[in-house]
């Protein structure tokens, strides 16, 4: 069972940042692709970036692209987030997921392994 653990959320002013990190637990992690998705409240998941196993690939959801940037170390087994220009309408909770394929893919049922997901608040 790969355990997934998110860390770095918080409370920040929009215009501010803010670093999440993901500890997976499983050192195969070099062969998955990982995730971070987010949710507001009363609204569905929904992407917001994703790295190829390697690191070589990366997607973004079109709202974070030039604000927000996905990478990973595999030899720390670690994933993150770096979220820079903050909005209010990126507040959510924010989760880390990995998926058994290589291939950085944007849909929620494509990751097998959910993290608990850690707070983000960006006042106006």
């Known amino acids: 069972q790969v355990q997934l653990v998110e860390s770095g959320g918080g409370l920040v002013q929009a215009g501010g940042s803010l670093r999440l990190s993901c500890a997976v637990s499983?050192?195969?992690?070099?062969?998955?692709?990982t995730g971070w998705f987010r949710q507001a409240p009363g609204k569905e998941r929904e992407f917001v970036a994703a790295?190829?196993?390697?690191?070589?690939?990366?997607e973004y959801a079109d709202s974070v692209k030039g604000r927000f940037t996905i990478s990973r170390d595999n030899a720390k087994s670690m994933v993150y987030l770096q979220m820079n220009s903050l909005k209010p309408e990126d507040t959510g909770v924010y989760y880390c997921?990995?998926?058994?394929?290589?291939?950085?893919?944007?849909?929620?049922?494509?990751?097998?392994?959910w993290g608990q997901g850690t707070q983000v608040t960006v006042s106006s």
């Open positions: 499983d050192s195969t992690i070099g062969h998955s692709a």
């Open positions: 790295i190829s196993a390697v690191g070589g690939t990366t």
């Open positions: 997921a990995v998926r058994s394929g290589w291939r950085p893919l944007k849909f929620t049922s494509e990751y097998k392994y």
